[in-house]
Every structure is written in C-alpha cells, then in structure tokens.
T-cell receptor, first 114, second 115 residues
Framework: DQQVKQNSPSLSVQEGRISILNCDYT??????FLWYKKYPAEGPTFLIS?????DKNEDGRFTVFLNKSAKHLSLHIVPSQPGDSAVYFCAASARDNYGQNFVFGPGTRLSVLP | EAGVAQSPRYKIIEKRQSVAFWCNPI?????LYWYQQILGQGPKLLIQFQNNGVVDDSQLPKDRFSAERLKGVDSTLKIQPAKLEDSAVYLC?????????????FGPGTRLLVL
C-alpha cells in the first residue's frame, strides 16, 4: 500500500514556464514533508520542506503548497530552467519515537526543454 | 566539505552470493541511514544508526541483511545470501543529529544487480 503517491511519472515543461509537481498521501498522521531532487548517478539532495502547521513555504524559485484536507502537496518551480531537469521525490513523515522515518514517493521525472 | 562516500559504485553478483557495501558519512555526522531504492520506487529506509547504536531497523530483512557502524563513523551493509529481488540502488545518508528537520545528505549509491 503506497502511502505517498506521485501519480505523474514524468513531466515536460518549456524553459521559463512553471513546473508543478504533485504528491498525494494517505496517512493522516503525516505532518512533515520534504522534496528531494535527484540527478542521474547521484544521491538525492534536499530541496525544500514544509510542516503541517503551514500551507506554504517558499525558497527562491521553489514553493511548496500543502493542502491537509485533501492530503495533497505540490512543488512549484518558477521559472523552470534546464538545470531543473531531474527526478523529484516527495517524502512524508509522522512524529514517532524514532524521530526520523520518511516514506518516499516513487518520483516524477521533470524535463525542462530549452 | 567532503560529501558522503560509498563504494563500490556498481556490483554484479549471482543469487546466493554475498555482498558488502561501505559508507563513509560526512565528518561529524552522528546519524547514518541505509536506504534501498528499487527501480521505479522511492528510497526505503532499511536501518538508522545514532553514533554506533541502531535506532530503527524495523524494515531490515534480518534473515539476510546485516549492518554495522563500528566506532560510530563508517558503516557496512551486508547481504548474505542475495536474492534476485535485492537488485536495487543502496543509498547511504547522514545527518548531523537525529530529528526530522535535520537535512539528510545522500551518497551517490551502490547499484547492485543480482543475476
């Protein structure tokens, strides 16, 4: 049972336009969310996070929106650049005794076309 | 600052053989993680260390997988015997300390193919 879903395996966007990557989760206990970016042959790198006490977090060109009632979050990249072409993972975590146990989605491959 | 180092980068073995992966975390990072990423899926946590103690190994298949972090620095992950379904990328990550808000820094991974 996938607790974190990224239903679009791939997405293509023109350079300069907005990229919107979506993530849905099923576990209502999740209260902290991350986005990671991964280039080929490299490990994932942290991009941006959001806590359930917020509905938006912004860092430069990257903004994450959280809709708790819909159990949905999205990552907006504006403007998109060719260097943003990568696989993006959404990850979610619930507060537990271990302190850090994230469930990752399967990823969305973003291609930004020049 | 050097990143998380992993070796080997690639490994091909036959089923029922054993294999070991090595990870050197970022200097000073107390928390170390091993993840398994099967093709088309996101990383799945196998085990988490805090210094040289295990914090969480609930998803580690203990009948064939083992991991250790001697002296609280380097770590090794072993599979014995390997099965076809163990084919995956094994990622090591580290963070300065425990906590969900601590950024995890990932190594490049070891790609394992079991034939």
């Amino acid at each position: 049972d996938q607790q974190v879903k990224q239903n679009s395996p791939s997405l293509s966007v023109q350079e300069g336009r907005i990229s919107i990557l979506n993530c849905d989760y099923t576990n209502s206990m999740f209260d902290y969310f991350l986005w990671y970016k991964k280039y080929p042959a490299e490990g994932p790198t942290f991009l941006i996070s959001i806590s359930s006490i917020k509905d938006k977090n912004e860092d430069g060109r990257f903004t994450v929106f959280l809709n708790k009632s819909a159990k949905h979050l999205s990552l907006h990249i504006v403007p998109s650049q060719p260097g943003d072409s990568a696989v993006y993972f959404c990850a979610a975590s619930a507060r537990d005794n271990y302190g850090q146990n994230f469930v990752f989605g399967p990823g969305t491959r973003l291609s930004v076309l020049p | 600052e050097a990143g998380v180092a992993q070796s080997p980068r690639y490994k091909i073995i036959e089923k029922r053989q054993s294999v070991a992966f090595w990870c050197n975390p970022i200097s000073g990072h107390a928390t170390l993680y091993w993840y398994q990423q099967i093709l088309g899926q996101g990383p799945k946590l196998l085990i988490q260390f805090q210094n040289n103690g295990v914090v969480d190994d609930s998803q580690l298949p203990k009948d064939r997988f083992s991991a250790e972090r001697l002296k609280g620095v380097d770590s090794t992950l072993k599979i014995q015997p390997a099965k076809l379904e163990d084919s995956a990328v094994y990622l090591c990550a580290s963070s300065p300390k425990r906590g969900r808000t601590e950024t995890q820094y990932f190594g490049p991974g070891t790609r394992l193919l079991v034939l």
